[in-house]
């Protein structure tokens, strides 16, 4: 074969294989973030406070404390212990797969309903009879990771602190140890870089090759097996490329991040309420297929999910109950949201939550909280937050602290763009038949 034609298939195929790889090396760029910090398997990260911009994972919620187990099941099956509910505590998070395929939601809006349980994740092709006593999760990868979110109830330090005692009641150990379980192992990442923003050259290729290593091939995915060959990666054999190779890989990944970057932006059309800018980030057809494990045999949104995973991680298996998302990225006026610029969002009275709202500013480049600012977002449980006469809530969105209501301003950088995402948990059905809608966010 000619080396022109070489060249040319190598591309196009890390193009392909970019696309469909972006979820497993989004993945496995936040476990090597936890390993980076002395983490491994099986242990838990958590933020001792609120989040602030050195967690660099994508879109994070800085207005909850969060946690994040990395559970591997090649020993044999973990037990993954989420604490009872409480008036004044939960947790609202979801066990995914290393596919980010969502494996069972836990907490209120999961499947121990506020009960609390001890979930029992198995390995794939796991056949032994189930305890007693446990919710079996079957796992489709031998790695998985759990996002929990334990609730603040209000502001301040104490709410931060009650929500951290309460986060850190999870337990992870695993089954074969269950009559005597051994310490949970936290890790806490608070003030430390956690860097796990994606790469977008050839080390893309190294961390997706890492994943497929560790994993079985999935049966939807079968089809890429010969593609991943032609780019050196294959099960069982070093990844290791030269310079030239190395070469087209990074061309093939930066033109599959420049097509899911127009992607993205074609997303945002039509908006979730007419005639607005605000927009559910993801596909209907995506979203679908991760709720049921991509079982129907006629869709399989490769690119929505290669889409999604560019700017997000994590997905829940039953999206509105415990949470919801809308984005934005332009303003009412149909402009790119620029950090040199000053906005206005009104939150309106009585949003439809049981339990909080929130509206982050996000890097638009990196889809990561904006580096260096003194935080990142407003929320309904923030401390000194001043509503309006109605009981609506104004926020300022810019570079500069306003002279009135400092509680109420959400800082941004003025050398780029950045997009605002919009939390509700606990959603209520004003939210869904739209009875109550968020406006566009107004230049000021």
């Known amino acids: 074969m000619e080396q022109p034609l070489q060249d040319q298939i190598v591309v196009a195929r890390a193009i392909a294989a970019t696309v469909w790889g972006v979820p497993a090396v989004n993945f496995e760029a936040m476990y090597q973030a936890a390993t980076a910090l002395g983490g491994g398997p099986n242990q838990i990260v958590y933020w001792s406070r609120?989040?602030?911009?050195?967690n660099q994972t994508l879109t994070p919620n800085p207005d909850a404390v969060y946690l994040m187990a990395f559970i591997d099941t090649s020993g044999g099956p973990m037990v993954f212990e989420i604490p009872a509910a409480t008036a004044n505590a939960s947790i609202t998070g979801s066990i995914d797969s290393a596919w980010q395929t969502p494996l069972t939601d836990v907490g209120p809006a999961g499947a121990d309903a506020g009960n609390g349980a001890r979930y029992l994740l198995l390995p794939p092709g796991h056949t032994d009879p189930v305890p007693e006593g446990y919710i079996p999760v079957p796992g489709e990868?031998?790695?998985?990771?759990?996002?929990?979110r334990s609730n603040l109830t209000g502001g301040g330090q104490d709410a931060v602190r009650a929500a951290v005692d309460y986060g850190r009641q999870t337990r992870l150990y695993p089954l074969a140890a269950a009559d005597h379980p051994p310490e949970t192992v936290f890790l806490d990442a608070y003030g430390r870089m956690f860097d796990a923003t994606l790469p977008t050259d050839s080390s893309f290729f190294d961390l997706l090759d890492r994943r497929l290593q560790a994993e079985p091939w999935l049966t939807r995915d079968a089809v890429m097996i010969d593609q991943l060959a032609t780019l050196g990666l294959a099960k069982g054999t070093p990844f290791a490329r030269d310079q030239a190779t190395r070469e087209l890989l990074t061309r093939g990944v930066d033109a599959a991040f420049g097509w899911l970057g127009q992607r993205y932006e074609e997303a945002f059309v039509p908006g979730f309420y007419p005639d607005s800018r605000w927009a559910l980030p993801a596909s209907r057809e995506l979203i679908t297929a991760l709720e049921n494990g991509y079982r129907d045999p006629n869709s399989?949104?490769?690119?929505?999910?290669?889409?999604?995973?560019?700017?997000?991680?994590?997905?829940?298996?039953?999206?509105?109950?415990?949470?919801?998302?809308?984005m934005a990225i332009r303003d009412r006026d149909g402009n790119r949201l620029h950090g040199a610029h000053t906005y206005q969002l009104t939150v309106p009275a009585d949003a439809p939550v049981t339990l909080y709202w929130s509206i982050t500013a996000y890097d638009r480049d990196t889809h990561t909280l904006i580096r260096d600012v003194e935080w990142a977002s407003r929320s309904s449980n923030t401390e000194g937050l001043t509503s309006d006469p109605d009981g609506s809530v104004t926020l300022v969105i810019g570079p500069n602290p306003p002279t009135e209501r400092p509680a109420n301003w959400i800082p941004t950088s003025p050398t780029g763009d950045f997009e605002l995402l919009a939390r509700f948990y606990g959603p209520t059905p004003a939210l869904f038949d739209k009875t109550w809608r968020l406006p566009d966010i107004e230049p000021t």
């Open 300 to 326: 399989y949104p490769v690119d929505a999910r290669g889409l999604t995973y560019t700017f997000a991680f994590f997905a829940a298996k039953k999206l509105g109950s415990g949470q919801f998302y809308l």
């Open 141 to 148: 990868t031998y790695s998985s990771f759990a996002l929990l």
């Open 50 to 54: 609120l989040l602030d911009w050195q």
